[in-house]
C-alpha cells in the first residue's frame, strides 16, 4: 500500500481472538498506521501489546476514545459496538464492525471486497463485516453467479471452536485433556454463552451455533441465509444453512450445494471459473486426494475450494467444499482488505 499518508487507527477488542488477528494483519499488510490505540475492556486496560515492535497500552474503550482516529476496526462484541461505534462516528472515524450489531441495518453496507466492493462507498460511518462462514461462502459462489446465475444454496458448515473466541479454545483443550486421561467430559460454555444446556465439545458435534430462532434455525443460519442475500444483491435467492461446531482450533469448512441456472455447464468449466476468481484457490484432485481441510487452511488468507463434482440427479446442480481460516479472511483479513479499499479509492 501507499505510505504516503498514514492514519490514526483504533482496534476495538485488542486482546480477543479476532483483535489480536487484526494487529497481525496490519502489521504483515504494512497497513499506514500513523498513530494507533488499542482499546479493551475495562479489565484488560492498563495491559501492553506490542505492534511493529513498538509497545502500546490498553486503553478502557470509551466514547472519548475515538478523538481524530480515522480508522476505528470493531471486534468486542454486539453489545459494545452498539453502544460505541455511533459514538466513534460521531467523532469523525469510519468504524468497520466485526459484529452482527449493524449488519442487517439499512445504509450499512455488508462488504466482502471479492464480491460488492463497491458497496463501500455507501457507508455512512459504519461498515459491517459479514459472519465468517459466509464470507468465505460468497466469495466462493460469486464467480458462479455471475457467469452461471444462481437460483439455490444448500450449506453445511464445520466450523472451528476459535469461532466462538478464547475461550472456546481452551476449553477444548481442556476436555480434550480430561477425556485423555480417563476423566468424564463436562459441558462448560459451549455452544452458546448463556445458555441453560450445554454439551461437551471435545470428541463431539454440536449442531448448534448461537440461539435457537422460532423458525427453528440457529442465528448463525439465520445470519447465512439474511447475509448471503444482501451481500450478493439477491433476495429472491433460496439459500438454506445447518451450522454445526466441531471440535478443532482453526479454519471453518463448508459443505455447498449450488443450483446454477444455464444449462450444460460442466466440471470443468466450474472449475475454471474458481481458479480465475480473486482470493480463491483451487485444491481439486481426487487422483491425488487433493483438497483443502481446516489445518491446511489455517493462517492464510485465501479461500479453498475443492470437491467439485456434479449432481447426479439435478443436471444444474453442484457440490462444492470450502475452506477458510475463519479468524482471518473470516474476520480480521475482510476488515483490513475493507480498510485498504476506503484508502485506496479515497471513499474515507
Known amino acids: 500500500m501507499s505510505e504516503t499518508k498514514r492514519y490514526h487507527v483504533a482496534v476495538v477488542g485488542a486482546t480477543g481472538a479476532v483483535g489480536q488477528k487484526m494487529l497481525e494483519t496490519l502489521e504483515d499488510r504494512n497497513f499506514p498506521v500513523g498513530e494507533l490505540k ?9 495491559s501492553k501489546m506490542t505492534f511493529n515492535g513498538k509497545e502500546y ?22 453489545s459494545v459496538s452498539k453502544q460505541l461505534a455511533p459514538e466513534a462516528v460521531k467523532h469523525g472515524a469510519v468504524v468497520i464492525d466485526n459484529t452482527s450489531a449493524f449488519r442487517m441495518s439499512e445504509g450499512v453496507p455488508l462488504v466482502v471486497p471479492e464480491v460488492n466492493e463497491s458497496d463501500i462507498k455507501q457507508h455512512q460511518g459504519i461498515i459491517a463485516n459479514p459472519n465468517c462462514s459466509t464470507i468465505q461462502m460468497v466469495a466462493a459462489l460469486e464467480p458462479v453467479r455471475q457467469a452461471l446465475g444462481m437460483s439455490r444454496v444448500i450449506v453445511s458448515t464445520y466450523q472451528a471452536v476459535s469461532g466462538a473466541g478464547n475461550e472456546a479454545a481452551e476449553e477444548l483443550r481442556e476436555q480434550s485433556q480430561s477425556f485423555l486421561n480417563g476423566k468424564e467430559l463436562e459441558a462448560n460454555i459451549l455452544p452458546v454463552k448463556g445458555d441453560k444446556k450445554h454439551y461437551p ?18 442465528f448463525e443460519e439465520m445470519k447465512m441465509i439474511n447475509e448471503t442475500k444482501k451481500i450478493m ?25 449450488v443450483e446454477v441456472e444455464k444449462e450444460g455447464v460442466t466440471v470443468e468449466q466450474m472449475k475454471q471459473l474458481l481458479e480465475e476468481a480473486p482470493g480463491i484457490v483451487l485444491e481439486d484432485d481426487p487422483a491425488t486426494q487433493t483438497y483443502p481441510t481446516p489445518l491446511s487452511a489455517a493462517e492464510k488468507r485465501d479461500i479453498f475450494v475443492g470437491r467439485i463434482r456434479k449432481d447426479l440427479d439435478d443436471p444444474k446442480g453442484f457440490h462444492l467444499w470450502v475452506v477458510s481460516d475463519n479468524l482471518l479472511k473470516g474476520a480480521a483479513w475482510n476488515s483490513v482488505q475493507i480498510a485498504e479499499s476506503l484508502i485506496a479509492n479515497e471513499w474515507l
Open 233 to 257: 444483491h439477491a433476495p429472491d435467492l433460496s439459500v438454506a444453512a445447518t451450522c454445526v461446531r466441531l471440535p478443532f482450533f482453526t479454519s471453518h469448512a463448508e459443505s455447498v450445494y
Open 57 to 78: 497500552t490498553l486503553e478502557e474503550a470509551t466514547p472519548e476514545s475515538f478523538e481524530n482516529v480515522d480508522i476505528a476496526l470493531f471486534s468486542a462484541g454486539g
Open 38 to 46: 488499542l482499546l479493551s475492556s475495562s479489565r484488560s486496560a492498563g
Open 201 to 218: 465439545i471435545a470428541f463431539n458435534a454440536l449442531p448448534q451455533i448461537d440461539v435457537f430462532q422460532d423458525n427453528g434455525y440457529t
